[in-house]
Structures are given as C-alpha cells and as structure tokens.
C-alpha cells in the first residue's frame, strides 16, 4: 500500500520552479532515503506533504487522503522533524517536548508515551530541565527527534534530521530507523549523510532540480551503475574504463590474451550518487576507456 | 583590531536596511507638525482669537496630562501645541525602533553572530545602531524645523521645537541601548524600553498637572519634562538639549559597561533551570499562546491599572482650577452647560478624552499579541505546531481571541479604576458605571486596528509589522486630522474618528455595531487568507 504518492508535483515560488513534475511513492513499511543536490527540491517536496505549501500543481495524497484538506487529521498520524529546528526560548526541552506530545493528543498522548519518552531522553542523552535558548545545536535536533519518535507515528517525515549531531547520537538515530522499520512503520528520511542512508534505507529516489532522476532499492542501482575496471595489458601499461556490470567480461576478453592482471570494483554509494547529482543526469554506464598510466579518472565536479 | 573597527561598516549596513523606515518616518512626522502648525494658523487670524477658543482647552488638566502645557500664547506657540510632545513620543519611538533593530534583533536572529566573526569590534554594533538613531532623529527634527521655518515661523522657535524633539529622541536611543543589554530577547528589549518611555511620560504628566512645587518638580526627573520645559517660540530654551545629551552619553556608556559583561545572545541574568515536564495549562495551541503573551499582557495590564489610577487622581484637580468665578464662566460658555453642572461636563470631557488615548494604547496591545503570530512563522515555530495536529484556524484564533479580550479587558480594569478614584476624589466626577460605559464604547474602535493586524499576519509575516504604521495612521488622523484641516473622509478612515464618548452614559449604537462589524470582518478576513496560503 502507498503511504505517500506524489505525481507531477509542480511548486512555483516567483518564477523559480522548486518542483518540476516530481513523481514519488513511498509504500508501507520503508525507509525511503530522499536525496539530490542543495536545492533540489526536497524540502519543498517534504512541506507540501505537510501541507505548509501549497503545490501549483500535480496531485500528492498520504494514506490516500490530500494533505492540503486534511492536515490536521494526517498530522495526528505522522510526525515531522525539519532539519534547522528552532525552539521557544523559555519553554525547558521537557516541556517543549510533553507540548509537542500533547499537540497531537491532549494530555493522554503524554501519558500514552510517558516510557517512551523517559528512553529516548536516556538514549539520546538530553537534559529536559534547561531553557529552550540554552541548547545548543544538536540537543535542539535531539528535542524534536524524541517529540517525534516517542508516540511511534505511523510514518516519519524527517529532513535532515541528524544534522548537528555527533557520531555517538547519530548512532541512536540509526538504531531508531531499524526499530522504526522492524515495526513495519514507514519513513521518508531527507539526507545528505549518505551512510546513514546506505545503513537504513531500502529505497531512494534522488531528485535534481525538482525532478526525481532515479527512484530504486539501492541493490537496483548499484546494477544498474557502472562497475569500474582496470587491467594491466601485456605490454605493462593500465587501462581502465566504467562499463555496466553485464559487460565487464567482455570489456576485459576485449583487452587481449596478455592481460596480466583484471581489478572489477563496484562503484561506492557516494560515487553512485555523485554521478546522479551532477549536471548531466545519466547514470556512468558508457564505457569510457581511458589508456593514461594513471588510470582513476573522479567523477566529482 | 580595537572594540570599534567595523562600525563604518555596520553603519552603512545599518542604515541601508533602514533607509525606507527612517525617511518615511521623518516625512510623515514633518508632515504632522508643519501640517497642523499651518492649519491652526490659517484657522485664526490671531492669537487673541487663538488663546480665546483655545485657552480653556490648554488649561485644562487631561490636556496638560497629555500634551503638556502650552509653551506660550503666541499664534506659533499654539499652534503647535499638540504636535510638540507626541511628536517627540514619535521621535523616540523611532531612535527605540532603530536601536533595538539592529542589536537585539540582529544578535536574536544570529545575524550578529555571522559579523561578529569578520573583523568586526565587540562595541562596533551597538555603536553604529546608538549613531544610526541620532542620525535619524537629527534628521527628522531638522526637517520639522525646515519646514515650520518654510511656512514663516520664527527660526529661534523652530530650532527649539527641533530641540524638543531631539530631547526624547537622545533620551529614549540611551534607554533602548541599556534595554537591550538587561535581557536575552528582543521582546523583553522591548518591554524595558516601551515601559520606560511610559513611566518617563506619566512622571512629566504628574509633574506638569501638580499643584504643590515639590509635586512639579517631578517633570525634572523625566527628559519629556525637559522637553516640556523648552517652550519653543516663547523663552526657547534650547540648552535644554544639553542634560539630554548628557543622558544619552551617559546611558550609552552604561550600556557599554553592561555589554562587556556578557555574552552575545545572553542577558545579564543568566538562564535558570526549569521543569522537566509541561505543567497542566500547557497542552496545547491556546496554552501555548498564552504562555507566549502572558508576561506581555502582565506589563500591559500593569500599566493601565496605574494609569488609570493617576488619571483618576488628576480628576480633582478640575476642582482647583475652577476656583475662579469668570472662568467657571467662560468655561460653562464654552461647553454649552449652566455653571451648577460644569464640574460634572469639565471631569466628563476629561474622562472621555483620557479614554479614547487609552484606546489607542489597549489597540496597541492587542495588535502586539497578534503580531506575535507573525514572530512565531517567521521564527519557524509555527511549523513544529501545525504540523502536530493543530488546524490553521485554531492556531489564528489562539493568537486573535485573547488579542481581543484583553483588549477589552485593560479598558474595563482602567475606566474602573479611574472612575472609581476620581469619584471618590470628586462627588461631581462621573460615576464609575458611566466611565465604564464610555470605554467600552471605545473599545470596537481598538477592536478594527487589532483586527486589521489579523489581517496583515494571516496575509504574510512580512507585511504584519505594518499594522503598527496603521495603529500610527489611525491615531493621527483621529487626533489631528482635524487640526490639520485634512479632509472629512480621510479622517473618517480611523476608527478613532467614529468613538463618540462623549457625553458618557449614552451609547452611539450605529458607531459601536459598525466599527465591531468592521473589526470581526477584518479577523475573518484574516483567518482565510492564513487558511490559505504557504507557511513558514
Ligand atoms: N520560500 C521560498 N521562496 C523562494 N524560493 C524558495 C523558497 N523555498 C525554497 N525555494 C527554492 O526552491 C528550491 C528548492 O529548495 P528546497 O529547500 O526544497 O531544496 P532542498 O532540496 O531541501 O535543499 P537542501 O539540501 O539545501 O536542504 C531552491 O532553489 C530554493 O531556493
Ligand atoms: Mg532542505
């Protein structure tokens, strides 16, 4: 069952085009990574599915309901961390998070979720007693985490959501996603942190100027990407090429007899990603042969 | 690098930013004192005829709490009467804007942590926001003086009307740079420095209104009794301006010395602990509201039951000031009344006029409330909340409705108290339940202005501060459009034009109906257009 489906989604601020026909299904119990370049549209995306913005065109619905009409009741069923979030300044963390809980259900949601909290705030080890304006970066992030994930919402829409926290946090974090998955519960994680992508998520779809350029679980696209090869030739000098891994074999019966050594590597989540950020969207399958001695050629731009 | 490098820079930053607010502000109140002064005089052909009609008016003490006493019985000297110290709160109000602008604000929003890492010194900010405010007001009392001296005025007296106005505005850029230094938010900023203005104007009010020497000599302890005391076109006492530059050197240095005992982003008092858990009031969007306004309200609320009190205590003052059997006369003349019942008409039209100021300031409460709407989206609070079960509307009302209750209420809780001193110091004065009935006829006309910030913050967060230049707006034209001779249906587009007061006791159900209809249709207005468009 799709929990979020999004076509021709179009937004315009001004004359800028954020979206640009963005298609996007998320089915039930996923972790979706969403991904692409700064400004590409994934915020965007994320707050019109909150129904904050108003898309100019194209249809989206979550649990098949408009997100636009009926906000407040698809909001008691998700929950949101943006990735820059601001706090009241005197409101304690303790009480920002029991208001968020009780946004959401009243005074039986913070009760409902009373252990939930307590382990989260251990886990992330946060100190619930200070003033809003004296956190710093990261426990601000940790304070809209817990408000999300305590009441276990049927799907998390999170944009950047460990962004400012140190590797330790980023850990529970991820222990989270896995709980979060395990339990059959769906999110859709915004995220430049592409191992924390690659750790958790099943899917991605990564968007390039309010467009998606490749939506697949991540074993697709490694198949789908560019295997790099070299092979020292018989005269001593390295040659290597980015073929499909379908034709890695013949790329190499291609070289000759005298082919004295062969290295196949997969290309890296970041190489794989990298390529689909850049200008031009294809994906590296054409086979570039390069003959320098050097061989390696960076795809980064 | 010394503390000062970069405020060249931040000045011309500073004042780029600001370079709509501080000529409109100097144009419009220019506009306001040569306006008026031009009027009054084309109205009387003079003074004689001037002092005649006017003379009782000036005397009286609702006018001395408000506008000061008059500076002389010249045909310049009166006519200028009104503009001379709302024009200088006006003054102030623009160095308190520019100073808190771009020091609490800029350090709020973290902009001035992004400079302070470039080359730029510690003092430099607050520096270039204290030069940027003696520029602004420099260059709208100059314009004012320009232009009263454009239309034939006296240059002496117009250099010291000129004066006057600096006065507040030295006086309230000092308070606004130690204002800023007291707490970490610029609302509080705001607080401190709103609060002082007021105590400074109520003390030249109780000093310009007493009776006994040592009652008077309060206004020296107030620069708006200074400036009170300059008397422009009379014995012009410009060097006036000399303890007010004083003050404002004095207080910027205070500001300095606080500023380098504490952080950036910080206040002096240093953040206490608090709760681990929400207390019972707050869950949800109202609690929450109202937890943001509370200490707001809690000043406003302050503010009115003291007013209220003091303006009720001047009541007896009517009394001492008709001792006199011919002005008892005149007076009665004048307002149309046999002599037996001009204490009662004389402490009515007091009442009813300190009524429809206080209006203009519960208006100004509740529009601050709404406007904390706007704080809120643009501080990108509002989406942690709407995106957590709370509908748009809900949000809207959790700002608007207290808005307009409190509204009400501060005028309730002021005429009750007024009305009750003043009785009670003057069996003649109205009683408490008329007093009550004329606030609350003034009311509606506050409720318009509050709902027109409805409307401004469901439209964008950008254009909600403009409902303060409506506020603005709406004061003016009710206040002086007529001394300005403007034309009938301009004055008639503020709701002060339409509160009828006077007399008190009776309802003027047309205006009442009308201006809450106009007030609700605003805040619905609002509300869809909130409904409706992108957030955050
Ligand atoms: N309120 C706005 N007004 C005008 N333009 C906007 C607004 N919000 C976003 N944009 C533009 O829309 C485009 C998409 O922005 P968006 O924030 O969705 O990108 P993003 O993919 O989230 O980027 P990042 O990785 O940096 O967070 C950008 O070009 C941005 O400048
Ligand atoms: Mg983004």
Redesign the pocket.
């Known amino acids: 069952m799709a929990v979020i489906e999004a076509i021709g989604l179009r937004k315009m601020?001004?004359t800028?085009a954020?979206l640009d026909g963005l298609d996007l299904t998320v089915t039930q119990g996923e972790v979706h990574g969403f991904l692409?370049?700064?400004?590409?549209?994934?915020?965007?995306?994320l707050r019109i599915l909150l129904g904050l913005l108003r898309a100019t065109g194209g249809t989206s619905t979550l649990f098949g309901h408009d997100p636009w009409r009926d906000a407040v009741s698809l909001h008691r069923r998700l929950a949101y961390v943006p990735?820059d979030v601001t706090v009241w300044p005197n409101l304690t963390g303790g009480e920002i998070i029991d208001l968020l809980l009780a946004l959401r259900g009243g005074r039986t949601e913070i009760a409902r979720t009373q252990s939930r909290r307590a382990q989260l705030l251990t886990d992330f080890d946060l100190d619930p007693g200070k003033k809003g304006r004296s956190y710093s970066k990261g426990n601000r992030q940790k304070i809209a985490l817990i408000a999300a994930l305590a009441p276990d919402p049927e799907l998390l829409l999170l944009d950047?959501p460990t962004a400012g926290l140190d590797p330790l946090m980023e850990q529970v974090f991820q222990a989270e996603l896995v709980r979060t998955r395990d339990q059959g519960r769906t999110v859709l994680l915004?995220s430049?942190i592409l191992s924390e992508v690659e750790k958790a998520c099943t899917v991605v779809t990564i968007v390039r100027a309010g467009r998606v350029v490749e939506s697949g679980s991540l074993a697709d696209l490694r198949h789908l990407s560019a295997t790099h090869v070299s092979a020292r030739l018989a005269d001593g000098r390295v040659v290597d090429a980015h073929v499909p891994p379908a034709e890695v074999a013949a790329w190499v019966a291609a070289r000759g007899p005298g082919v004295q050594a062969v290295t196949a590597t997969p290309p890296t989540l970041e190489e794989l990603f990298l390529a689909r950020y850049g200008d031009t969207a294809e994906a590296p399958t054409a086979a570039d042969e390069a003959a320098a001695p050097t061989g390696r050629r960076g795809r980064r731009r | 690098m010394t503390s000062l490098t970069g405020t060249g820079a931040l000045l011309r930053l500073a004042a780029r930013r600001d370079r709509i607010l501080i000529p409109v502000s100097a144009l419009a109140l220019t506009a306001l004192s040569v306006g008026s002064a031009q009027a009054t005089v084309a109205l009387y052909p003079d003074a004689a005829t001037a002092m005649k009609e006017l003379g009782p008016v000036l005397a009286s003490p609702s006018a001395l709490a408000l506008y000061g006493p008059a500076t002389t019985t010249s045909l310049e000297g009166l006519s200028i009467f009104k503009t001379l110290l709302m024009g200088a709160v006006f003054v102030g109000l623009l160095a308190y804007a520019v100073v808190r602008r771009h020091t609490r604000i800029e350090e709020e929003e973290g902009r001035l942590e992004l400079l302070g890492a470039g080359a730029i010194g510690r003092q430099a900010p607050l520096t270039a926001a204290v030069l940027l405010a003696v520029i602004a007001t420099i260059l709208t009392a100059a314009l004012s003086v320009g232009g009263l001296i454009g239309i034939g005025f006296d240059p002496l007296g117009s250099l010291a009307f000129g004066a006057t106005w600096e006065i507040a505005g030295l006086a309230m850029t000092g308070v606004t740079a130690v204002a800023a230094q007291l707490t970490a938010s610029a609302r509080g900023t705001a607080g401190w420095a709103i609060g002082a203005l007021a105590v400074l104007y109520l003390l030249r009010a109780l000093g310009d209104t007493a009776t006994t020497d040592a009652g008077r000599a309060l206004r020296w302890f107030s620069p708006f009794g200074w400036a009170s005391q300059v008397f422009p076109y009379g014995s012009n006492r410009i060097w006036l301006l000399l303890p007010a530059v004083a003050l404002c050197l004095g207080l910027v240095a205070a500001a300095f010395a606080l500023l380098e005992r504490r952080d950036l982003g910080a206040g002096l008092l240093p953040a206490r602990r608090g709760r681990t858990h929400a207390p019972r009031g707050l869950a949800g969007p109202v609690g929450l509201a109202w937890r943001l306004l509370r200490p707001g309200v809690l000043g406003w609320l302050i503010g009115f039951v003291l007013l209220g009190a003091v303006y009720g205590g001047l009541v007896a003052q009517v009394d001492t000031m008709l001792s006199d059997a011919s002005v008892q006369q005149l007076l009665a003349d004048m307002a149309g009344v046999p002599v037996a019942s001009l204490l009662a008409s004389l402490t009515g039209v007091y009442a009813a006029t300190v009524l429809r100021f206080m209006a203009v300031a519960a208006a100004a409460a509740g529009i601050g409330m709404v406007l904390r709407l706007a704080t809120e989206e643009r501080a990108t609070r509002t989406e942690a909340v709407l995106t957590t079960g709370t509908g748009r509307w809900r949000w809207y009302a959790a700002f608007v409705a207290p808005a307009a209750v409190v509204t009400g209420a501060l005028m309730v809780i002021m005429a009750t108290v007024m009305g009750a001193r003043g009785h009670a110091a003057l069996a003649a004065a109205p009683p408490v339940g008329q007093v009550l009935q004329g606030a609350l006829e003034a009311v509606p006309a506050a409720w318009v202005l509050v709902g027109l910030a409805g409307l401004l913050a469901g439209w964008s967060p950008r254009v909600a501060p403009y409902a303060w230049a409506g506020l603005g707006l709406a004061f003016v034209l009710g206040e002086f459009g007529t001394t300005m001779r403007l034309p009938q249906w301009l004055i008639d587009v503020s709701p002060f034009a339409h509160v009828t007061v006077y007399p008190l006791g009776t309802w003027e159900w047309g205006n009442v109906v009308g201006l809450s209809l106009v007030a609700a249709a605003l805040t619905v207005a609002g509300g869809i257009l909130h409904r409706r468009r992108d957030l955050g």
Do not use: D, I, Q, R
């Open positions: 601020f001004g800028t954020a692409g370049p700064n400004g590409a549209g994934k915020s965007t995306t990735g950047e915004s430049h």
